[in-house]
Structure formats: C-alpha cells, structure tokens
C-alpha cells in the first residue's frame, strides 16, 4: 500500500503523458467528436410485454389524406411496477387516452408518448391502453402511410382512384400509429378499417369480415393471430383486381396466395408469378418448416419507395412487375421476399446490428431458388442449376469487390450497431444484401449440405415467432456441424471488408512440385490482421484425373509446395467461392485456356474467360473466338464481361 501523498504522485506522473498525447491522437470514427459519445446504437428497452394490438381506422374520406385513430395495446409490465407507457409516435396526434376505460392522463412530444394512469402500470397482470388520435399522412412518402391521389386522366383504371399504403420499416410505423417502434418486441396485431365501399383492403393475417353499415361504407377486419414485429404490420387500401395462385392443383395446395394488381393487368400477374406456390413448397422443404402464416399475400402498390417490402403474410411490391412479363421474370424478388417470411418475419434480427439475418437470408432464397427452378427445367443439364446458384452469387461478390474497401475502425462491419440512422445499414458498403448472402454460400461450402440445412431448420426451430442475433446462429450451426465457427463469423461477419489476394502458381520440373504463393494485399495493422482461411486448389491431369489440394493462410505473405504425380494441366483456385476474397491469379495461358474450356465450375470459367479477355496473345483471342463461335457458350463471353471483370483485378 503506498501512503497517500505518494499515490496521489504516482497517478499524476502516469496520467500526464496520456493526457499530453491526446491532442495529437487522430479522430476515432466510432466516437462523436463534439460529444464524445460513442455512435453505437443500442436496442431500446421495451420495459413492457405488448401482448395485442386492436387498431380502428375511420377513414371519411378518401379523397383525403387523413383519417382517425382508435388504438387499443394489451400491456403487462416487465420486471418492476412502471409509472407510465412510452411509445414512439411520430405522426399522430393525441386527443385522448384511457387505461382499462379509465381516463388516463398523456403527454406527447416529437417523436413520443406517454401515457399516465392515476396508479400507473403495478407489475403481474395486463392492462388496455386505449389511444385516440387523428392523422394528417398526405406528406408521407415512402415512411408510414403513403397517400397516392386520384389520377383521374389515367389510362389505368386503378389510378383513377386514390390509394393507401404502408411502409414501416425500419422505425416508420409509428407515423401512422403509436407503437414500440424497434423489432425487439412481437405482438399479435388486428386491423379494422372502414372505408368506401368498392375498395380492398388488405392487411397481415385472415379476414374475419368485411360488412358494410348503416352508412355504406364497408369495415374490413384482419386478424394477425401469431406474434410479429412492429415494422410488419401492414395496410394497403385500392380499386385492386385480384388473383390467386393457389388451389388444389398449384404447387402448394391449402393455402391463399392471393395477388392484388392493377386492374387490367391480371392476366400479366398470373403468368409472371406463377411460380410463387412452387417456391412456398421448395422454402417449406429445404427449412423443414411450414410456411408459418395464414396466406401469402402480394400486393402491387404505385408510388412505393421500395422494391418489395416483406410485411408478414403480405408482401407489398413496386408497380413495374405488374407489367407485361413472362413466367420467371420477376423471380428474384418474390423468392427474395418471400423467404423474408421465415427470416425476418417469423425470427426476427435482434436489432438492426444483425440485419444480415434477414436480408442476407433473402438474397440467399434468390440463390436457392434459382438453382432448383433451373435444375427441375433444365434436366438434360446437370449443371444447370448450379450454374444459376453461381450467377446469384457471382451477382453479390461483384458488388462487394467492386465497393466494399473498408477497414477497422473507419467503416462499420457488416454486424455492427454502429450507425446515425437505421436506413442506413440497409446501404453501407458491408452490404448485409450482398455480402450476406456470400457468408452463407461460403457456411454451406464449409459445413456441407446436410449440415447447413438441418443447422438451418433447427435456427428456425429455436428461434421462430422470436428473436435472433448472430452468435445465436453462429452456436445453432457449432452444435449441428461440430465445427468452431467462432473465427469464421468474426471474420467474415463483425469486421469490415474482404480479403485481396495476389496468387502466384510455379511448376518445378525437378522437383515435380507445384509452388503457390499467397499475397495479402488488402490493408494489415494492429485492427485489421491478415485474414486465416484454408484455401482449396484444384488440379487437373493429361490423362483426365483430377484432385484437390489446400493451404493454409494465416499471414501476409504464405507460401507452399505440393509434389504432385505429374504436371498438372489445369491449377484453378477457389473454383466453388470458399472464401470471400478478390484473387488475382498468375498462371500460364495454357492454364487459363483449360479453364475457359473445361473449368470445374461457372465461376472458374467465367473467371478464366475474362483474363483471356485482358490477355494481348493471339492464341487467347483463338480461344475466345472459338467460344463466342459457340452456340453453346457464346453467352459465357459476355457474361465474363458483366459478372467477373473484378476477379481479375483488384
């Protein structure tokens, strides 16, 4: 113990240099300059389990952007007893509450609620917490409520009429009704809207009923029975004609997929979305689990902000895939939001940190889809639908290679609660889309098929009408496979960038060995290691054999020698995407040349199709002649060009 005159030196003599250095100590990004506060963004307390949400609107008069609110929550106070409810609620103004039909006294700011019974909210049992409000949405675009005028000139018979339709994610909902607006919290919800009749309204979950009063206008009451988040709940309200893809004789028999579209433009509908049942019975199998919700709604909606929206049992999409297409056309979008019904819907990310749940999975269901659409269509080919799984994502590795440059600590991961504002982790450079979508190719790479998918239900299993995050998923998939992903999901899912990879092949006749070098040359300091990952080679012979060799990468620089039975023809590095790197390769033409013929896999080719395209030899433009000569894989060549140009160059 050293007496305290001499302490107090001792902590004054080694504070001093800390406190003279920190003028001279760059500008963390992770921290807010003006305030010192770090820009990490936490889930926000719930503070109470909402349990039921009853919301009334009356809408007058369509013609007009406003209508009035009658919400009732079902409460029950988590932990300890609470003073009063706080709710998000941007838009709506107040004029009344009550708790239990008891008025209630409530205070409302920007951006808030807060409602205050006499005796406030004692924990142990539920509570009714009425809210009454009016609603002025004409200058909502593309955040709760969208209002879409008459258009009374319009060629098109639905936009001669007014339309509504909802947008809430991520933390928009409660611009059209109070709410916790962040998905760490599911309720059941259920929607009563009256309005003029000769409109439909749709909404999550089951008509119960759609009568018309005294005044002829029609209320349409939808019940979501099953709990869901905030941001999913739903309302659209149109002049809609409608079609449904299901029946006993669809790909999925036993439930309603009802399409709403334009009028006019059915017969488009039907034939471009045709394969929605197949894909509900394909994402049913491979999850091995039932599509959760009581129909599967697609609702064509104009002025929409959005591609699609994945709202839970009604998906809301652009107006352009309402045009004229043909079967297939647009199945990139329904596969990716309808496979939010599972991720996102039915297990929600725990927080916007975790997106990648939802969107990499969706991006990943495009992937999915294509391969066994392309497989069952294409069965003289074999390789058919693997090709289409590659070009899905070949499509996310194009996008990351060509943007995705970041380092620690100036750009957030991929999984990082690091953001200013929640729209804007949907378009950061680790793209949760894009870069998502390659970490879970490269998990099935890894683990294998079986293991990924039965790691995949048992997520769904666990997790279902709940919540996840990604060292949830991380242990679902350790326990299943057997394997440490720990150092997997650290890399690949909680730092920013990708590898860079300069590969060099030499072949020693004395020896009869294969020389491989490994450059990292993406950024390495004391924040951003090199990246360690077992790289697989394939090798092909003369005589038409072939087999695999790998090396291990755990510094800048690796190197490795593999005495091989002979030189081999073909050297191809990372054929099937194992690791989410740009690789630039240097090998012989002869090489590259037995790629762009006979490569192991689509990227292999692709990417051998494009160094021949960089390459001034003759005998390279021989090759590629020859391909673009080929019916066969004439497409190849220009595929090259638009899918793998940045394979080849960092």
């Not at 030196?9 to 080694?14: M, N, V, Y």
């Not at 205050?116 to 009016?134: I, K, L």
């Not at 591609?307 to 043909?326: I, K, Q, W």
């Not at 066969?632 to 060009?641: D, F, S, Y």
Request: glycine content about 8%; charged content about 25%; overall charge negative.
């Amino acid at each position: 113990m050293i007496p305290r005159p001499l302490a107090f030196l001792a902590c004054s003599f080694l504070l001093a240099p800390l406190a003279l250095g920190q003028t001279d100590q760059p500008k963390d990004p992770r921290i807010d300059a003006a305030t010192g506060r770090s820009k990490s963004v936490w889930p926000r307390s719930p503070r109470f389990d909402f349990v039921h949400m009853r919301l009334e609107l009356d809408i007058e008069d369509i013609s007009k952007a406003t209508l009035a609110g009658r919400q009732v929550l079902t409460v029950s106070p988590l932990g300890v007893d609470r003073p009063e409810l706080l709710l998000d609620c941007k838009g709506p103004v107040v004029t009344a509450a009550a708790v239990d039909g008891v008025p209630a006294a409530f205070e409302q700011s920007p951006g808030g609620l807060r409602v205050r019974p006499a005796g406030g909210f004692p924990v142990g049992r539920e509570y009714q917490v009425e809210v009454r409000y009016d609603l002025e949405y004409g200058g909502n675009k593309g955040e709760g409520l969208t209002y879409s005028p008459a258009e009374p000139d319009a060629k098109s018979e639905t936009r001669k009429f007014p339309q509504i339709h909802s947008q809430g994610e991520p933390e928009v909902n409660s611009r059209w009704f109070p709410c916790h607006d962040f998905p760490n919290e599911r309720l059941t919800t259920e929607l009563l809207v009256t309005v003029e009749d000769g409109y439909e309204v749709v909404s999550n979950g089951r008509l119960l009923d759609a009568s018309k009063g005294a005044d002829g206008r029609v209320t349409w009451h939808w019940l979501q029975d099953k709990p869901h988040t905030t941001y999913l709940v739903a309302l659209a309200i149109a002049k809609f004609g409608v079609i449904d893809l299901g029946g006993p004789e669809s790909g999925r028999p036993g439930l309603s997929i009802p399409v709403y579209t334009p009028l006019g433009t059915e017969k488009n509908v039907r034939e471009s979305f045709a394969n929605t049942p197949t894909m509900i019975a394909l994402f049913e199998r491979l999850f091995d689990e039932p599509y959760p919700w009581d129909k599967y709604a697609q609702v064509i909606v104009r002025d929409f902000a959005a591609g699609g929206m994945e709202n839970t049992s009604a998906t809301f999409l652009m107006p352009g895939v309402a045009g004229a297409a043909d079967r297939g056309d647009h199945d990139d979008l329904i596969s990716h939001e309808l496979g939010h019904q599972w991720f996102g819907d039915l297990v929600t990310c725990h927080g916007w940190a975790h997106l990648w749940l939802n969107e990499g999975w969706a991006s990943y269901c495009e992937a999915l889809w294509a391969e066994h659409y392309n497989r069952e269509g294409e069965p003289r080919k074999p390789d058919a639908g693997r090709d289409a799984y590659f070009r899905q994502i070949l499509q996310s590795i194009r996008g990351q290679r060509g943007r995705n440059r970041g380092t620690a600590p100036t750009q957030p991961a991929m999984v990082s609660n690091r953001y200013s504002d929640p729209d804007a982790v949907f378009s950061k450079a680790d793209d949760p889309y894009g870069k998502g979508c390659v970490v879970l190719h490269m998990l099935r790479e890894r683990v294998g098929d079986e293991a990924f998918f039965k790691a995949t239900a048992a997520c769904l299993d666990r997790f279902k009408f709940g919540y996840a995050e990604t060292d949830d998923f991380r242990r679902v998939f350790e326990e299943v496979s057997g394997q440490s992903l720990r150092r997997f999901f650290d890399q690949w899912c909680y730092r920013p960038g990708m590898a860079r990879l300069a590969v060099d092949l030499e072949w020693n006749d004395a020896t009869r060995a294969l020389g491989v070098t490994i450059e990292q040359t993406q950024r390495i300091d004391r924040l951003n290691p090199a990246y360690v990952f077992s790289l697989p080679i394939y090798l092909r012979y003369e005589d038409g054999t072939d087999e695999w060799i790998d090396l291990a990468v755990e510094s800048g620089t690796t190197t490795g020698s593999f005495s091989l039975k002979a030189k081999p023809s073909a050297v191809t590095v990372d054929p099937n995407i194992t690791v989410f790197a740009a690789t630039q390769t240097r090998k012989p033409l002869s090489m590259w040349i037995d790629d762009a013929l006979h490569g192991p896999t689509l990227p292999a080719r692709l990417a051998a199709i494009s160094a021949l395209r960089a390459s001034e030899d003759p005998e390279a433009s021989r090759v590629l002649g020859t391909l673009e000569a080929d019916g066969r894989t004439a497409g190849l060549v220009r595929e090259a060009t638009d899918l793998t140009s940045a394979m080849i160059r960092n």
